[in-house]
């Protein structure tokens, strides 16, 4: 088992060397509950804004792109969860845009778990800077917003009501509603589990 590392450490060598280990584990191992325990692992550390340079070092991003196309959907809600947080430090920002991110990221709204569907559209307005906001506001993912903003679960509707009404215009959202009359899905993403 790995040794824990201090949290209450400033040792900035002890921290990488740690992650260094999460990644090395999940590479060598053939365990997939060993895998997703490391995912998880690494999903939170991506949380905390002190870890951000170690990770982009240890290419944990495109360790998580690639989890996104994976057929077992803990690696993705994992990889999902992971690049959420990611996303908001600027510079894994620009790996997940350079990576073809968006679109790996934009599959993942037709997810049957919820959390990940949730991450994916946090991870979009995260990645919306004017060099991709064109791509993150195209009318199939608009058309999906809507349709999510009918959820029954309220942390997906009002999730794409933010989305909408921070990454949109209010031109785009009506065009996609129009484009929406008399169809019932948008482009046939299914409404996720609870």
Known sequence: ?????????????????????????F?????EEAKE???AN????AYDPNNMEYLRELQVTDLFLDMLTEENENFVEFGMGGL?????????????????GVSLVTNCLSSRREETVLSAITTLMNLTKPSSRSEITDPAILQCMLRFSLSESPRLRNLAAVFLQDCCTEEQVARAEQQM???QTAVGIPLPED
């Open 84 to 100: 959420c947080n990611l996303s908001m430090d600027p510079g894994c920002r620009d790996i997940i845009l350079q990576s073809s």
């Open 181 to 183: 009359q008399g169809q």
């Open 27 to 31: 590479q060598d191992t053939d365990s």
């Open 42 to 45: 690494l999903a939170n550390f």
């Open 1 to 25: 088992m790995l040794k824990m590392w201090r949290k209450g450490s400033s040792e900035g060598s002890e921290r990488f060397e740690y992650l260094q280990t999460l990644v090395t584990e």
């Open 37 to 39: 325990q490391v995912l």
